[in-house]
Nanobody, 123 residues
Framework: VQLQASGGGLVQAGGSLRLSCAAS????????MSWFRQAPGKEREFVAG????????HYAAFVEGRFTISRDNAKNTVYLQMNSLKPEDTAIYYC?????????????????WGQGTQVTVSS
């Protein structure tokens, strides 16, 4: 399985970005795809996840309704729409895939990772 993340960039506080993560290779019908982020000097943390079979989603508390995870089945792609961005959202954002039954917020549960895309929010 290969994951290709894209869509990061520089945006002013209050702005929006949409991240994309395309999965290729041997993906099966039941898996979870999630977004994590890692800011300088901090641990990688869970942002949002979606279970492919069932459409259930899960968000970190700090998202506070600002981010939305969605998918395009035909493109095998998951998106993270980020609105009302804050400087503290600045980080490298990673997509990850897990074949577990439930959406996990533990990065150790994810078997496959994308290369990361930088998001920088200026104040």
């Amino acid at each position: 399985v290969q994951l290709q993340a894209s869509g990061g960039g520089l945006v002013q506080a209050g702005g929006s970005l949409r991240l994309s993560c395309a999965a290729s290779g041997r993906t099966f019908s039941r898996y979870c795809m999630s977004w994590f982020r890692q800011a300088p000097g901090k641990e990688r943390e869970f942002v949002a996840g979606m279970r492919w079979g069932g459409y259930s989603t899960h968000y970190a508390a700090f998202v506070e309704g600002r981010f939305t995870i969605s998918r395009d089945n035909a493109k095998n792609t998951v998106y993270l729409q980020m609105n009302s961005l804050k400087p503290e959202d600045t980080a490298i954002y990673y997509c990850a895939l897990d074949y577990g039954a439930a959406i996990s917020d533990n990065r150790a549960d994810y078997e496959y990772w994308g290369q990361g895309t930088q998001v920088t929010v200026s104040s």
